[in-house]
């Protein structure tokens, strides 16, 4: 009796094991599928808004495009690449960023810098397209996620017409809104300690040294950017209604700082792909 018992106690036992193995499994299954797809939904934003941005603000006029980092920026230069090719427009292009760099190097596009110019000033380029980590309502823009803020400013600042394209996950209505990783700032390395006390007296929040973390993203230590500096995270506090243009004249004048990722009054209009595959498109003109 005992031994019938045992058998029973151990089949059930494995039928309940089974069961729970497959509800995980469908768990897992559905988990992965949901992200795949909220994936897919953000990558076609940024395509479609990439896209939508080269079609509307280039054509045979334009001659010189300052091109951005990031992921976004990925989709523009390969609709730039197609157009390029399909009605032989004559473009040079100024990366912001080795990364850039090497994309334009990859579709064959014409490969510029600003001193490649006799007379670098405002207006020199005539479009510069950027993605950007978050956006507000007055087309206030936080970069430098990827650590090209200084050099993504100032061909931002030499173009006539500095356009911001992005998913739908990057416009709001105030910084802070959806991105939580602060505002970078870059700094000289021997001076980032004393930026950093002096931004948190100044202001809520921390400043953060922004450092490698994770196998394969490189040496251990602080990120160092393509000028050799340090960059810091400022975490500010959300809440409160900031003015950025005054926070932005206050931290500049910190000795040791840099640039901020902070960028004001220079874009003219941003392209946001939606998650219906519509495309919104906010003008400061």
């Known amino acids: 009796m005992i031994f019938f018992l045992s058998k029973f106690v151990k089949l059930f036992s494995n039928i309940e094991l089974k069961i729970i193995s497959k509800n ?8 992965m599928s949901s ?21 509307e603000n280039i054509d045979h006029t334009t001659k010189i495009i ?6 976004t920026i990925v989709y523009a230069v390969e609709r730039l690449a197609q157009r390029v090719n399909q009605e032989n427009l004559d473009i040079y292009c100024i990366p912001s960023s080795f ?24 207006g020199i380029i005539d479009v510069t397209i950027d993605g950007a980590d978050e956006v507000d309502k007055d087309l206030t ?21 500095f356009i911001v394209i992005a998913d739908f996950r990057k416009n709001s209505t105030k ?25 948190q007296k100044l202001y809520e929040g921390s400043a953060v040294l922004r450092e490698f973390s994770g196998p394969g993203r490189g040496k251990a230590g602080p990120v160092i950017t393509d000028n050799g500096n340090f960059i810091l995270d400022w975490i500010f506090n959300s809440n409160e209604d900031n003015d950025w243009k005054s926070i932005n004249q206050e931290i500049k004048l910190i000795p040791g700082v840099i640039e901020t990722g902070l960028f004001i009054g220079l874009a003219k209009m941003a392209y946001f792909g939606n998650s219906d595959g519509t495309v919104t498109k906010i003008s400061s003109e």
């Open 35 to 55: 992200q795949t797809s909220d994936f897919n939904l953000i990558e076609k934003g940024k395509q479609n808004s990439a896209q939508r941005a080269v079609d």
């Open 99 to 122: 990364q850039a760099k090497q994309l334009l190097t990859k579709y064959n596009l014409k490969i510029a810098d600003l001193e490649t110019f006799t007379s670098v000033m405002i």
């Open 175 to 199: 910084l802070g809104q959806n991105w939580s990783k602060g505002i970078p700032i870059e700094v000289l390395p021997s001076a980032y300690r004393l930026v950093q006390d002096r931004i």
């Open 66 to 71: 300052g091109i951005g980092s990031g992921s």
């Open 24 to 31: 995980s499994q469908k768990y897992l299954s559905d988990k």
């Open 141 to 161: 823009c936080i970069k430098g996620g990827g650590g090209c803020h200084l050099q993504e400013k100032l061909i931002a600042f030499c173009a006539k017409k």
